[in-house]
């Protein structure tokens, strides 16, 4: 192989990797998102519950 094409295949897999990382933090994001959600609709839930007795 020609060193032209070994960057090229070389910086393809880096930049692969990369983008297959943001993707994995983005999904953590969303779902770390989710649970702060569900854990404020539990506690606006608890808050009712306490000011109704």
Same mark, same amino acid.
Do not use: H
């Given at each position: 192989?020609?060193?032209g094409t ?5 910086? +393809? @897999?880096? /930049?692969? @990797?990369?983008?297959?990382s ?5 999904? #953590?994001?969303?779902?770390?998102? /989710?649970?702060?959600?569900?854990? +404020?609709?539990?506690? #606006?839930?608890?808050?009712?519950? /306490?000011?109704?007795?």
């Open positions: 192989m020609k060193i070994v960057t090229v295949l070389g910086a +393809t @897999l880096v /930049a692969m @990797l990369a983008l297959s943001c993707g994995n933090t983005i999904r #953590g994001m969303g779902r770390d998102t /989710a649970n702060a959600v569900d854990a +404020t609709q539990s506690a #606006g839930r608890d808050v009712d519950r /306490a000011a109704s007795r």
